[in-house]
């Protein structure tokens, strides 16, 4: 896992072969997501099975509100071989830096 600020990870997430991942819930997602993003809540049940479907020839590209679920679902994705990077900060650091938000 490479953590990243929010021009950092803005960066990052317009390369190809980067996917984007918020962790919330579906709730928090349909509040406000990063555009592009896809939900994958990490405290469901599923975590595990729905990233095993992901292609791990792909970079991941992972965030949340704060920061800390997604340290734990990059940790978990990293563990079972994906690439990934975390956005410090979550949600609210890239919305403070005046990165674009879609619902």
Same mark, same amino acid.
Request: charged residues 20%.
């Given at each position: 896992?490479i953590? +990243? *600020?929010?021009a950092?990870?803005? /960066? ?13 819930t ?5 509040q406000?997501?990063?555009p ?7 405290m469901?049940e599923?975590?595990?099975a729905d990233?095993?479907? +992901? *292609?791990k020839?792909c970079?991941? /590209?992972?965030?949340?509100r704060s920061g800390k679920?997604s340290?734990d679902?990059a ?12 956005l410090?900060?979550?949600i609210?650091?890239?919305?403070e ?5 879609t619902?």
């Amino acid at each position: 896992m490479i953590n +990243l *600020d929010a021009a950092q990870f803005a /960066a990052e997430i317009v390369k190809s072969n980067v996917a984007v991942i918020d962790v919330r819930t579906a709730e928090e997602f349909s509040q406000g997501h990063i555009p592009e993003a896809i939900n994958i809540d990490v405290m469901s049940e599923y975590f595990i099975a729905d990233i095993s479907t +992901l *292609d791990k020839n792909c970079n991941y /590209a992972i965030y949340c509100r704060s920061g800390k679920r997604s340290v734990d679902a990059a940790t978990i994705m990293d563990e079972s071989g994906f690439e990934t990077t975390n956005l410090l900060g979550g949600i609210i650091s890239w919305v403070e830096s005046g990165q674009p938000v879609t619902s």
